[in-house]
């Protein structure tokens, strides 16, 4: 009876795969077939119902760019570099992308953090913490030879090299933890709507004192708070955002999507 169980999951998971891999090939065909909205659509449920990866969100940019929206193509490029931050052809159309939208916020963060993100985006966490586990190793292996060893060149190496091996696996876990907590972020978000009004308290502007400013699609901006507004019967979740070191107002969530 197991074997027979054991025998329809793998028959199901071959016509789950095959299925996938159907419709991947549709939307494909669609792309190549300039139907970039059916393609976005295939490929939209292909994530709904298999499952994201690095290379559907890619294509799923692509389609969103050939149709124009640039924000909801800003918004799959970043969530293709998300899963892969190695994905050199994601992170080179997300730059092309960006560098066509209308907005340039102004400088976010800091040096030292801006670096230390860009070092830990260079590749992934569980790279990261390859890298630490074997400095780690080698840090144990140094303490070996210089407790055990009787020959005073192996001691030094193994005390030196030891003590270096220990500041890389330090480092190393570092950037393991930074690179995991900038893949998992929930506090980041694209603007996705044409253009949006950002105000100056969570509600919609009744007058021109309450605006703070006008962003367009694809403008990323830092999460900080949110709260619930309800205007004239009508409920609406507001955020507090920031969009650079500058400039911080209330955007309506339904303008955003978060990466």
């Known amino acids: 009876m197991k074997h027979i169980f054991s025998l329809l999951i793998i028959i199901a998971c071959c016509f789950s795969a095959k299925s996938e891999s159907s419709l991947i090939q549709q939307a494909d065909s669609a792309y190549t077939a300039d ?3 059916e393609a976005a659509d295939t490929y939209l449920h292909v994530i709904a119902t298999e499952g994201t990866s690095a290379t559907l969100q890619y294509n799923l940019g692509n389609c969103y760019y050939r149709l124009g929206e640039m924000g909801k193509a800003i918004l799959a490029y970043e969530r293709a570099l998300r899963l892969d931050p190695t994905f050199d052809d994601a992170r080179n159309n997300l730059d092309f992308v960006n560098s066509r939208i209308a907005d340039r916020p102004g400088e976010r963060g800091t040096f030292l953090g801006n670096a230390l993100d860009a070092a830990a985006n260079s590749s992934r966490s569980n790279v ?3 890298l630490a586990f074997a400095c780690f190793t080698l840090t144990i292996l140094g303490a070996l030879a210089y407790i055990f060893s009787s020959a005073v060149a192996v001691r030094k190496v193994g005390f030196f090299g030891g003590f270096l091996t220990l500041l890389g696996c330090f480092c190393f876990v570092y ?5 995991a907590a900038i893949a998992t972020a929930d ?7 044409p253009s949006t009004i950002l105000s100056t308290s969570p509600r919609v502007p009744k007058d ?8 367009h699609e694809g403008t990323r901006v830092e999460i900080l708070d949110s ?6 019967s009508i409920n609406s979740l507001w955020y507090d955002v920031q969009v650079d070191n500058a400039h911080r107002a209330w955007i309506n969530a339904a303008a955003v999507e978060k990466i």
């Open 208 to 215: 021109r004192t309450q605006e703070a400013m006008l962003l």
């Open 128 to 130: 990261w913490a390859w």
């Open 35 to 37: 139907n970039f909205k």
């Open 175 to 179: 950037l393991a933890f930074r690179s």
């Open 227 to 232: 709260v619930r507004s309800t205007t004239d």
């Open 187 to 193: 506090n980041v978000a694209i603007i996705t709507s």
